[in-house]
């Protein structure tokens, strides 16, 4: 069940006084210009921020603050705006999950989905027939569409691969902290619904999502969009951007580089690129997320041709680390979710598998392999283990075994045997210690496949960390 969140929006007064603040300097080079700003957003954070009952700000202020932030020329401003833009995202939730307080116990109550009528930093609408990308690079103030979401991360990804930028280090900073909060707004609103469309199976509210309305728009490059989320993921960037763009400012005259100096910027930078490459992370998952509700509500009959086609992430994810192998180390270090990760490298592994020549026809009613199966069967003959090193490298599979035990580690043993199906009793009465000892078996495999085999670092750890879990629970 969906109901709308009814805010008060007659608050004419306060927002003109508070807006008023923005209306005291003549011209946009005005020295007041920095102070004022700074006071409207000092003034909305004691209006809604600070006290309990504290007043949502209207749209406009809204808008304000987001062209404040996007349009700032100081690193106190940018920072100022974004964290009251955070900061107000968490205090005024656009959507959120309610239980009635009813006789019912806690767990029979209904759960509603309740969402409010408030601005949003987005404009997903009806595509329209053009196509020119240069219609993004619009004024700040104007609001985010498919395509400018886009160019914003192509323009994170060309840093990441270290390509010359004409944006200074504020400019950069500015992009980051934009879309760490354009992440926040679609994980704000994807959330709630996606628990509610689990529990109740309400998929045109998940439809209605802003990120499936990101996603479905014919203006947006979908594959490009998870491929460059990829690479950034992949690359530690600031390392590129830092010394390339200090390069250029050495170069150059202008004014507007000064800021290279500043080191309160060069303190910010670390942290939010790390907060950048978390935000893409995010981004990922929720896009696995959706791609799984898909599946749900079409094995539902709850979808529909207006709901489109689209390649699950995870395909596409396992399609650019076969191109790029060497992508697979630095991907499976940054991404740390370890259910999706355990889904990921199984899927990859299983993909490389030699199969047999005759094999039983799959009854269509018949659930897919679960993830922790798939693996153990791909390492029982010498045949398959070859096959799979000849494919994928074999310091290539060494990574994804020690990093299939890390993502399994870091599941309790009730989720991990969600991940299992068809097994014996045994196995399911301690899912790790078995995955250690297919573990343990893969290496051996592998050593006996080539004599000459040198064992990475990190399948040493695995090795050993597999074999202290096997002594510790035995």
Not at 152 to 168: H, I, Q, Y
Not at 259 to 276: Q, R, V, W
Not at 300 to 308: A, H, I, M, N, Y
Request: hydrophobic residues 40%; charged residues 25%; aromatic residues 8%.
């Amino acid at each position: 069940m969906e109901k709308s969140i009814r805010r008060v929006t007659n608050y004419r007064g306060y927002e003109e006084n508070t807006l008023a603040i923005l209306e005291t300097f003549c011209a946009l080079d005005s020295s007041h210009v920095h102070d004022d700003r700074l006071a409207f957003l000092e003034a909305v954070r004691f209006s809604s921020i600070v006290p309990e009952n504290g007043t949502a700000p209207t749209c406009k202020m809204m808008e304000a603050i987001f062209e404040i932030m996007r349009d700032a020329k100081s690193l106190e401003l940018i920072l100022a705006s974004y964290r009251l833009l955070s900061e107000l995202e968490k205090r005024f939730p656009r959507v959120c999950l309610f239980k009635e307080d009813n006789k019912l116990s806690l767990s029979d109550k209904p759960v509603e989905l309740l969402v409010g009528e408030a601005w949003s930093p987005f404009s997903i609408g009806p595509d329209v027939a053009s196509s020119d990308r240069h219609t993004a690079n619009r004024r700040s103030n104007e609001l985010v569409d498919a395509i400018s979401f886009q160019l914003l991360l192509e323009s994170l990804c060309e840093v990441a691969k270290g390509t010359k930028s004409s944006d200074t280090k504020l400019e950069f900073l500015t992009k980051m902290l934009l879309f760490q909060y354009l992440i926040d707004i679609l994980e704000g609103d994807f959330l709630p619904r996606n628990s509610s469309f689990l529990e109740n199976l309400n998929w045109t509210s998940l439809r209605d999502s802003l990120l499936n309305k990101l996603l479905g728009s014919r203006r947006l490059n979908y594959k490009n969009l998870v491929k460059d989320s990829l690479f950034i993921l992949c690359n530690q960037f600031h390392a590129h951007y830092l010394t390339n763009h200090d390069t250029g400012a050495a170069k150059s005259s202008s004014p507007t580089m000064c800021d290279n100096s500043d080191p309160a910027l060069a303190f910010c930078l670390p942290d939010a690129e790390k907060c950048t490459c978390k935000a893409v992370q995010r981004f990922l998952i929720m896009m696995m997320d959706l791609d799984s509700s898909r599946k749900k509500a079409g094995m539902q009959g709850l979808t529909t041709r207006v709901d489109g086609v689209r390649t699950p992430v995870i395909e596409l994810i396992m399609d650019e680390l076969s191109y790029h192998k060497d992508k697979i180390s630095p991907f499976l270090q940054a991404f740390d979710e370890p259910k999706l990760k355990l889904e990921i490298v199984s899927q990859y592994i299983q993909k490389y598998n030699v199969k047999p020549s005759t094999r039983k026809r799959k009854l269509i009613d018949s659930p897919d392999d679960a993830a922790i199966t798939g693996f153990l069967k791909c390492f029982l003959s010498s045949t398959s283990t070859k096959g799979i090193v000849r494919k994928v490298g074999s310091e290539a599979v060494q990574v994804l075994l020690a990093h299939l035990l890390q993502a399994s580690m870091s599941i309790p043993d009730e989720h991990l045997i969600e991940e299992i199906s068809g097994l014996e009793n045994d196995f399911r009465s301690s899912p790790l210690v078995n995955i250690c000892n297919s573990i343990i078996s893969a290496f051996t495999k592998l050593k006996e496949t080539d004599a000459h085999l040198e064992l990475l670092p990190i399948s040493k750890e695995a090795l050993f960390t597999a074999a202290t879990v096997l002594s510790t629970r035995s």
